[in-house]
């Protein structure tokens, strides 16, 4: 019973159930009163004993039909086990979230209807291509140039702002470092040939889109089988897309690559950095010039 500020003070029965009393008495705060703590309610499921074994305290005799309240300083001769009737509730485990797999660029397709086509039908299928959004925008069509066929082939991604003022590959500041490149190797713009993998320059330089990429992807192939090169050097990104990986341009230098031309035949890939990428990291230049001399054995090899 708890006390209480009335004069003379009356005591007060706690108001608690059986699961709160076995909580106090388990805490060891039901000594703080005179008796055990009882849970109100008048039905014997629910009346649960807060008395350890041992303890002295008034309680409810068993066996008979008193139904009264004992005189206190009468003890429980045996305890009764405590059991806790709670509902079971089932606990539903988190599904662990999947992880998005990476995409995987589209697979290159030559569309049936550019290999029919000769070399200008070629070249004019691809100035009135308006198959994308970049048809929009460009100023000029880039379609490549060079040597036809050609024992090198160069892919970039895209033309960039000069190239979609010539109409032509490398121009600018790139295109003069490429020159460069070309000339350390014995090499000329007309002895090789020269082509963007998109043929429309993207807007503000931005790297094209999937549906870009695709739209373009048809030229380049009917190109390959035309040019038929020896070895494929690919600059930069234009390396992931021609080749479908998602790897680095670094794990690519260091990988064996090739691709199917039209028999079946597979064309050696040799990928490094792009002339672009060379203005800002100069000492990259040594890894372009080691990737340069890997495809240079490779023409050679195949003379």
Known sequence: MVSNNLIPPIPVRPNINGLQALWLQEAGIDRLWGEPLLPLGGGRQGAVSAVKPGVAG???????????????????????????????????RPVPA?????ETPTAMVLRPDLGQLDWPGLRESVANCTRCALSEHRRHTVFGEGALPADWLFVEEAPGEQDDWHGQPFMGKAGTLFDNMLKALGLQRETVFITPLVKCRPVANIAPSKEEVASCQGFLLAQIERVRPKCIVVFGRAANLLLGSNETIEALRAQDCFINDANGQKIPVVVTYHPNHLMVAQADKARVWQDLQTALRIVRSCS
């Not at 009264?68 to 405590?82: C, I, K, L």
């Not at 999947?98 to 990476?102: N, V």
């Open 58 to 92: 008034p309680g409810h005799l068993a066996g008979t039909k008193e139904s009264g309240r004992q005189a206190e300083g009468q003890a429980f001769t045996t305890a009764r086990p405590v059991v806790s009737h709670l509902p079971s509730r089932q606990v539903q």
């Open 98 to 102: 999947q992880t998005p797999q990476e």
